[in-house]
């Protein structure tokens, strides 16, 4: 019986067994890895190692929203052999931290970035996750993430002159995007967001967060009809040129009350990098693309 | 078909050196006895539905457990004793049958988990959906023992009160003359199935759990006509079933519970079309049928 059902599974599956490489070898086998959690911090980390020989794989595919993704078997397999894991922490991967406290428990180091960097209090949420939307902050705990590689097995010295180098070129990226974000007018520097991912943006770059379809830094909410008026009140009262979905979650609410209000809907890349080619493939790419978004929604 | 051309590669390798694939394999073999156990005698009993909203009746216990800091598993026991009695309430107080005064408590107390749930803000939800869909790949030492212990209990209450539970199954008169307090087994039952359910929710997930309460047992009364013979090919089917479903899982990245979920129910199918099958062929061809066969 046990059989059948392999069989129908199995066949179900097709060939998908077949063409992969053979499980075990996936995940051990080619030398130490390390694994980021999300596609951002996967780039962030291969330029700490100035994108030397240094496999680092991702468990959040281009795409998938941190807050929701569940992890699979092979992905519990590839964390447990990883030198290092490195996590955004503060609650963004909510259903992964189940999964990587084992792993810790396991004896796999977990670096979460969040507890590196000087974090914004929100009230009755604790702290926003999104902290890679501040290049200047992430560039704070570019360090302590170098020293964190270090002791997965990295080389120092080449690990001390990429901190520098990469730290250096969030500056400039951090520059790049006041620049960007500079032309919006004072009186338009109004964020309305799909759910409270751009608070480190406005702090940063002086613009002011009026509310968010989902009430929360977690897309794992619904909305509420009473605040959803109230947000409505808000955006009218405001004027409010656009409301700023993004790719990874379902946008059916802001995009309702977009319409009924009459303001535009414009597309962020929010908790996960783009697809290959769209432009926001990378961490700058992300930024980069999504300021000159925010710049040209709010400032026609 | 790597399965079947390289078995070792398919069936052994992933759980060599991998402590997490074995945790979890653990985990699913006590589900698959703890529950197979308990629903024979729920698939016998007919109380099918009242597992289904049990299963769900447990997630506000859960969500109000996680909002004020209390176990989940003691808010989850609370709420499946809460739900149990208001099913007693509802029936013996007004004219429903027994579905009905099921069902609305079965949504109430899911509507009423939602809203505690939603009341919570932040990033921390996430342990709420846990409960939802499990986290075979978070299992550890403690989700283990306290799994082991759900299954100790569950198989020395059934073997305890088998004759109880079996009399009171077909002639619920005749197990109050023997004096074996029908009643007294009905509740008894009600809290296994529920223990049962939230020990193993941790690793099938709440939304799931229910097929491996139906599913086994199901498959095994289509095969058997004996209770210990059910019981026994409730939990081989449950077991084997289980452990197919965590290789599908870890071979082809599917979500671990809800693989494990739908093998079980695709072994049920597969077995009746086989046996309806059979008993076709053996009505349309009398002469072939052997005799005393």
Do not use: K, W, Y
């Given at each position: 019986m046990a059989l059948g059902c392999a069989v129908l599974l199995a066949a179900c599956g097709g060939d998908g067994g077949a063409d992969g490489t053979?499980?075990?070898g996936a995940a051990g086998g080619d030398g130490p890895y390390l694994v980021a959690t999300t596609g951002i911090w996967a780039d962030v980390v291969e330029r700490v190692a100035c994108d030397g020989p240094l496999d680092v794989r991702t468990i959040v595919p281009a795409?998938?929203?941190?807050?929701?993704?569940?992890?699979?078997?092979?992905?519990?397999?590839v964390l447990d052999g990883a030198t290092l894991v490195v996590a955004n922490g503060l609650g963004l991967e909510a259903t992964l931290d189940d999964t990587l406290d084992s792993v810790e428990d396991g004896g796999v180091p977990i670096f979460r970035i969040g507890e590196h960097i000087d974090t914004i209090q929100l009230a009755g949420e604790g702290e926003d996750p999104h902290v890679w939307f501040d290049p200047t902050r992430v560039a704070g705990a570019l360090p302590a993430l170098g020293d964190a590689l270090?002791?997965?097995?990295?080389?120092?010295?080449?690990?001390?002159?990429?901190?520098?180098?990469?730290?250096?070129?969030l500056v400039a990226l951090d520059t790049q995007l006041a620049a960007t974000l500079g032309a919006v007018p004072a009186d338009r520097r109004l964020l309305v967001t799909n759910h409270d991912a751009l608070g480190y943006l406005a702090d940063r770059y002086g613009?002011?967060?009026?509310g968010s379809v989902l009430p929360s830094t977690s897309t794992l909410t619904e909305a509420s009809p009473g605040e959803l008026d109230g947000l409505a009140k808000a955006i009218e009262a405001r004027h409010v040129p656009a409301i700023f979905t993004e790719t990874l979650a379902s946008s059916t609410d802001a995009d309702a009350l977009a319409d009924r209000l009459g303001v535009a809907v414009v597309q962020l890349y929010s908790d996960a990098l783009g697809e290959p080619g769209s432009g926001a493939d990378t961490y700058d790419g992300l930024?980069?693309?999504?300021?000159?978004s925010i710049a040209d929604a709010l400032t026609h | 078909m790597t399965w079947l051309l390289d078995p070792w590669a398919w069936w052994v390798e992933p759980f060599r050196g991998n402590v997490a694939m074995v945790n979890a394999l653990w985990a699913v073999l006590l589900t698959a006895t703890c529950t197979s156990l308990v629903g024979t005698w729920v698939v016998l009993r007919g109380m099918s539905f009242l597992g289904d909203a049990l299963a769900h009746g447990v997630l506000p216990g859960i969500a109000i457990a996680f909002v004020i800091g209390l176990d989940t598993t003691i808010g989850a026991l609370v709420a499946a004793v809460v739900m149990v009695a208001g099913v007693n309430v509802v029936r013996a107080a007004s004219p429903l049958p027994d579905d009905a005064s099921i069902g609305i408590l079965f949504v109430g107390f899911l509507a009423l988990a939602v809203v505690?749930?939603?009341?919570?803000r932040g990033g921390y939800t996430g342990d709420l959906t846990r409960f939802l869909f499990g986290s075979i790949t978070g299992v550890d030492t403690t989700d283990l023992v306290r799994q082991l212990v759900a299954t100790a209990i569950t198989v020395a209450v059934v073997l305890v009160l088998h004759r109880a539970l079996l009399v009171g199954t077909f002639d619920e008169r005749q197990a109050r003359l023997l004096g074996l307090h029908p009643r007294f087994t009905r509740g008894v039952l009600l809290v296994?199935?529920?223990?049962?359910?939230?020990?193993?929710?941790?690793?099938?997930?709440?939304?799931?759990?229910?097929?491996?309460?139906?599913?086994?047992?199901?498959?095994a009364t289509l095969l058997v006509r004996r209770v210990p013979s059910i019981m026994a090919l409730a939990v081989a089917l449950g077991a084997a079933g289980g452990f197919v479903g965590l290789l599908v899982s870890y071979h082809h990245s599917t979500a671990a519970g809800a693989t494990m979920a739908l093998c079980t129910v695709i072994v049920f199918f597969a077995v009746l079309i086989v046996r309806s099958t059979v008993t076709v062929v053996r009505r349309h061809l009398p002469r072939m049928a052997t005799p005393g066969g």
């Open positions: 053979p499980a075990a795409g998938g929203d941190p807050h929701s993704f569940e992890p699979s078997l092979q992905d519990r397999h270090v002791a997965a097995g990295q080389d120092a010295a080449v690990i001390d002159r990429c901190v520098s180098a990469a730290q250096t070129d613009f002011e967060v009026v930024l980069r693309t999504d300021a000159t | 505690v749930m939603s009341s919570q296994l199935v529920a223990v049962a359910i939230v020990a193993s929710f941790g690793t099938v997930g709440n939304l799931l759990v229910f097929a491996f309460l139906i599913a086994p047992p199901s498959t």
